[in-house]
């Protein structure tokens, strides 16, 4: 972070002018430091949503939403997509750099053997009741892993912080597998440490006691594909959360519980399930224009779910390679005639091709597609937002760890413009009218 160039600000109230640090990162937009600004100034920015706000220093991932760039420690995403797999992602995203191939074997063998969970904690599903979603479930149970190991709380150990990172990427699967399993009144079904990280989510979704449960080899290859898609996305909603929940200095199981808790809202991850409601509510490729135009309509609050995103304004690059996938999985599985997926790309095509769209850059996004291999996989609309909850995890610890490691961090504590009542004085109640 170089520090040569600054900025003048001039309030035009007061005539006075002030300097702030310009600063540059090794890519992307210069970020005026205005750490000073309210102690010079007396001013707060403002700036909801932080449609112009960095909120840290990162190296983690950097994304080019103009040009459609997602770049993870620098490796592209589809190069990350087609030559590596999900665990060498986690690996890149935790240290900083592809692991040789000792590195990779220990690091598989660490995350498989944390992947049971505590067998206390399997009481706790018993909780819920079956129709709770599994999102709800996992807000929970993930946040109940703090009770659980009280020997890596300590974040300002970093053996603590590095044992608590492991355990909630590997046990993230288990978790997650067996919030369906209990809405599906199913046993909950053991992870098997000779599996791959998507072989064996897969392995405890679908098998069962009663019979041999064989892993298909291109089911599994996406889920891969799918979680290495997922796997960071740089300071989004969920992760920003992470980041302030833990700026307290809270534990990171309770930190990744908030982040799961942001990532639910339709907006965010939420949309890959509201694809596929949107989609059974159009219905038919006749019903296309209607809700076209109801996307158009100011007044409907309706918005094509799946499409344009707060920092992609070209195609999303995450939507290419999934693209990519769903035509795979779809050709493997031979449901060429879903009716539902003959919506979707003509949806897209019509989309793509429509002025409204097109000058908004309103873009498939990631969720358009995700959505339509999980259901083909026989994966239910309500564990959608919840895969994307596993894969994300790792994002969460990587983004974590590095608050933490940051000299520079302090609590998160945005200020605000107060637009209220001022001052006032207390009306008792027999003279309230
Ligand atoms: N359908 C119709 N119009 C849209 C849509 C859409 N999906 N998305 C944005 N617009 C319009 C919006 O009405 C606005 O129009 P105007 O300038 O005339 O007021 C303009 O495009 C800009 O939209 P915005 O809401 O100011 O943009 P944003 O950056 O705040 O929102 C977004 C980004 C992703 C929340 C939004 O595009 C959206 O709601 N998309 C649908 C939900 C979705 O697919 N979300 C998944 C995001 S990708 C995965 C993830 O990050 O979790």
Redesign the pocket.
């Known amino acids: 972070m170089a520090e040569k160039e600054t900025v003048t600000l001039t309030d035009n109230s007061t005539g006075r002018t002030y300097e702030f640090p310009l600063l540059s990162g090794t890519i992307g937009p210069k970020v005026i430091d205005i750490r000073s600004l309210y102690a010079e100034t007396g001013h707060f920015t403002y700036d909801p949503?932080f449609?112009s706000t960095g909120s840290c220093a990162s190296q983690i991932t950097y994304i080019d939403g103009d040009e459609g760039v997602l770049l993870h420690r620098g490796y592209p995403i589809d190069a990350l997509a087609e030559h590596s797999d999900y665990l060498e992602v986690c690996y890149l995203l935790l240290n900083g750099e592809l692991p040789n191939a000792k590195q990779k074997k220990d690091f598989e063998n660490i995350i498989s053997h944390h992947n049971m969970v505590h067998e206390q904690l399997a009481t706790f599903y018993r909780g819920f009741r079956r129709d709770a979603h599994p999102m709800a479930v996992m807000c929970g149970v993930v946040g109940a892993l703090s009770a659980f190991y009280h020997d890596s709380l300590d974040i300002n150990d970093p053996k603590h912080r590095l044992i608590a990172s492991h355990r909630l990427i590997s046990k993230i699967p288990t978790l997650a597998a067996w919030a369906y399993k209990y809405s599906m009144g199913q046993p909950f079904i053991y992870p098997k440490n000779e599996l791959s990280y998507a072989e064996n989510f897969l392995h405890m979704m679908f098998a069962t006691p009663c019979e041999d449960y064989k892993v298909n080899p291109v089911l599994a290859r996406a889920m891969d594909r799918i979680l290495i898609l997922h796997a960071d996305?740089e300071q989004?909603?969920?992760t920003s959360t992470v980041r302030l929940s833990g700026s307290s200095g809270a534990n990171p199981f309770a930190c990744i519980a908030a982040g799961i808790a942001s990532?639910w809202g339709?907006?965010?991850?939420g949309?890959n399930e509201?694809?596929l409601n949107m989609l059974a509510q159009i219905g038919s490729k006749d019903r296309i224009p209607e809700f076209i135009a109801r996307?158009?309509d100011?007044n409907d609050p309706?918005?094509?779910?799946?499409?344009?995103?707060?920092?992609y304004k070209n195609y999303?690059p995450r939507a290419q390679v999934m693209r990519k996938t769903c035509h795979e999985v779809l050709d493997e599985l031979g449901v060429r005639d879903e009716p539902l997926l003959e919506l979707a790309m003509e949806l897209e095509r019509i989309a793509l091709e429509d002025p409204?769209?097109v000058e908004?850059k309103?873009y498939p996004?990631?969720?358009?597609y995700s959505g339509i291999i999980f259901r083909a996989m026989g994966i239910p609309v309500s564990m959608f937002t919840v895969l994307?909850a596993v894969a994300r995890t790792v994002g969460w610890v990587a983004q974590w760890n590095e608050m933490i490691a940051d000299p520079h961090q302090k609590i998160g504590r945005p200020r605000q413009l107060f637009t209220g009542e001022t001052r006032r004085s207390f009306v008792p109640l027999h003279q309230r009218g």
């Not at 309706?302 to 920092?311: E, N, S």
């Open positions: 949503g449609t996305h989004n909603a969920s990532l339709p907006a965010h991850g949309a509201a694809v996307a158009k100011k309706f918005r094509l779910m799946g499409f344009g995103h707060r920092v999303d409204y769209f908004k309103l996004n990631v969720d358009f994307f």
